[in-house]
């Protein structure tokens, strides 16, 4: 069965450390997002792609880079990482093509927890 | 821009009680609406959605939503609730044909559900 995975589901890491979290699809989905989520705030966006090589900012992206050199992969950077960063981490990928509702049905990795020390 | 209000934070029913969950949204058309749910630990399952058509929409773990455009609400229901029911549900709006938003998701803030015995 097609799936989205997170890696690592655990993380903990110290202030001012280069941090990368995997999210990996294999649905074939050209969209991909990547959200935090907080108490109180839900789920916000931090980045997207439609496709290779296109990367968007989401609503909160300061400090968060990503890349997509391919369709299955769209790794999340923190370059410095802040207490701030401090959350659940979630990517989700979404189909595209003629039918333009299919873009907007999103599927959900497991999450990744990160902890910023 | 879009936005959704879950006007319930916390919601406690008895087991094989009723539920409604809300949901309202702000867009000057009518968006795509989906629910998830979010169990513990876990990332976000894709409970129902609304694209057009027939405004009451039936889900996965016999759940079922009510579009109702006049009062820009999108409300979950379930007949009797199960314990296992038990987790945190999320709203959420995208806009049709939507520019910068194309594809992307705004979540309300979520809703726990409690369960009692």
């Known amino acids: 069965d097609a799936e989205i995975t997170q890696s690592p589901r655990h993380k903990i890491t110290e202030t001012g450390r280069q941090v990368t979290l995997a999210c990996h699809q294999t649905w074939n989905h050209n969209n991909m997002f990547w959200y935090r989520q907080d108490l109180g705030h839900g789920l916000r966006l931090i980045h997207y792609s439609y496709g290779v090589q296109d990367t968007n900012k989401g609503e909160v992206s300061d400090g968060y880079s990503v890349s997509r050199s391919n369709t299955e992969d769209l790794p999340l950077t923190l370059e410095s990482a802040a207490s701030s960063q401090t959350s659940v981490y979630f990517c989700?990928?979404?189909?595209?093509?003629?039918?333009?509702?299919?873009?907007?049905?999103?599927?959900f990795g497991p999450g990744t927890r990160l902890t910023v020390t | 821009a879009q936005s959704v209000t879950q006007p319930d934070i916390h919601i406690t029913v008895s087991e094989g009680a009723s539920l409604e969950l809300r949901c309202n949204y702000s867009y000057g058309a009518t968006p795509y609406l989906f629910w998830y749910v979010q169990s513990p630990g876990q990332g976000l399952q894709l409970l129902l959605k609304?694209?057009?058509?027939?405004?009451l929409v039936q889900g996965i773990k016999g759940f079922e939503a009510e579009f109702k455009r006049s009062q820009s609400s999108f409300n979950l229901r379930k007949p009797s609730v199960h314990w296992s029911d038990a987790a945190e549900y999320f709203c959420a709006v995208g806009a049709r044909a939507g520019g910068t938003s194309y594809g992307k998701l705004t979540f309300g803030q979520g809703t726990i559900l409690t369960v009692h015995p």
């Open positions: 609304y694209f057009s058509g027939d405004t």
């Open positions: 989700a990928s979404s189909e595209s093509g003629l039918a333009e509702q299919l873009n907007y049905e999103q599927y």
